[in-house]
């Protein structure tokens, strides 16, 4: 069974995440089956990029399942491969729009940031529980959906967010019945945009490379350093966080 299911109609596509079983967490496999398709949307005339999930839920976010085998170079090469993933779908010169149900948890959630347009059953949850256990993936994204003051609050605290709670906030753009494809269908025509580069520019997103970064390294569950780096300027603080990864946090960082 595919873990991710395509549907091209026109210049329209829409990617189903097909792992009912475990929520839809996000495997190494799914995760480069989504970048592929991503990739490969915004060469092929693509104009509007949907998301959903199969079964109960969007997403529960990162695929813990078989974590204790991998090493941590294992985990942080999956980590940076999320993030670029969402930077895909954040940069992408085509619309983008999550229609979301269930839980949309951790990089689940990230994954419903990183879209232009984001609708939710009245029921949806969202929670970026990652700062409990070492793992947090678009802070950057977050910040500007909702605000630096908010998205700082949700990341620490771990806590549920319901749907209407995340309209307000500006996590979701609108709620939806069923599966949303009224409310798609009568979006406006996306603009052609023929350069991906600038547009990105334009509306303050950042690429991994440039993007202010924390890389934390660690030995099983001593305190680590945190270094972020900023314009060449690095700023370092110590935390409890138990694993070795990348997290953009330079939102929580004094300019």
Excluded: Y
Excluded at 57 to 77: H, I, K, P, T, Y
Excluded at 187 to 193: C, D, G, H, T
């Amino acid at each position: 069974m595919s873990e991710l299911l395509t549907e091209r109609a026109g210049a329209t596509l829409t990617l189903t995440l097909n792992r009912p079983d475990k929520m839809n967490a996000l495997s190494a496999s799914l995760v480069e089956a989504l970048q592929a398709a991503v990739d490969e949307a915004a060469r092929s005339g693509v104009r509007l990029l949907v998301l959903r999930g199969n079964g109960r839920n969007f997403s529960a976010g990162f695929d813990f399942g078989g974590v204790e085998a991998q090493s941590e170079g294992d985990l942080l090469l999956r980590f940076v491969r999320i993030e670029l993933l969402l930077q895909a779908v954040w940069t992408a010169p085509l619309r983008t729009v999550a229609c979301v149900h269930g839980r949309a948890w951790g990089a689940g959630a990230d994954l419903v940031a990183a879209c232009d347009v984001r609708l939710a059953q009245a029921a949806t949850t969202f929670r970026f529980p990652g700062a409990a256990f070492g793992i947090v993936l678009g802070t950057r994204r977050l910040a500007e959906r909702i605000g630096a003051t908010q998205a700082r609050a949700i990341v620490t605290s771990g806590r549920e967010i319901g749907a209407p709670e995340a309209l307000r906030l500006g996590l979701v753009t609108g709620i939806v019945e069923q599966s949303g494809a009224d409310a798609v269908a009568a979006l406006p025509e996306p603009r052609v945009v023929v350069d991906c580069v600038a547009p990105a520019m334009r509306r303050g997103r950042l690429d991994l490379r440039v993007a202010g970064l924390a890389l934390i390294s660690t030995i099983s569950r001593s305190p680590v350093v945190i270094s972020t780096m900023k314009s060449g300027c690095t700023n370092s603080v110590r935390a409890p966080f138990p694993a070795m990864m990348i997290l953009p946090l330079s939102w929580m960082t004094t300019p």
